[in-house]
């Protein structure tokens, strides 16, 4: 009995670090914890799969983006940007880049702005697209995920 005590401690102080320190998101739809751990290895696994068959095509197999990404397309809109150091996924938090995946750049958009980034909300699950976001992640040097950690913190 004393056990499972300290099992569920530990767990409730381990979920409640990951919350304080910006790298877990509570679905209060699902009630459940929601985290891109680029550390955790199952998890980046299940991204490095998901993101192969449904990212890579348009953001490359190795994160690097379109060509000339920076740059509007006659119809509007921008290439696809890399995921990797060099473009600016680490720029934003954890739960800004889950929105922008789950529902697509043209619903978070600011008014006036064009994406062509689709939304995987009938495509992919929450946790898939979590999975995602960690396997990018866990691709980023270490000076980057610490930036990017402390963009998440600063949320």
Known sequence: MKS???????????TAGLYWFGQAY???KNGSL????ANNRAQVEIGKLVYAENCASCHGVNLEGQPNWRSQLPEGGLPAPPHDDTGHTWHHPDQLNFNYTKLG??????????S?????EGTLSDSQIWAVLAY????????TQRRHARRNRAK
């Open 34 to 37: 929601q985290i891109a751990d």
């Open 26 to 28: 509570f679905d209060s």
């Open 4 to 14: 499972y005590t300290l099992w569920g401690a530990i767990i409730i102080v381990l």
């Open 116 to 120: 062509n980034m689709p939304g995987f």
């Open 136 to 143: 990018i992640k866990s691709r980023w040097a270490k000076q």
């Open 105 to 114: 750049g043209q619903k978070i958009a600011s008014a006036g702005f064009k």
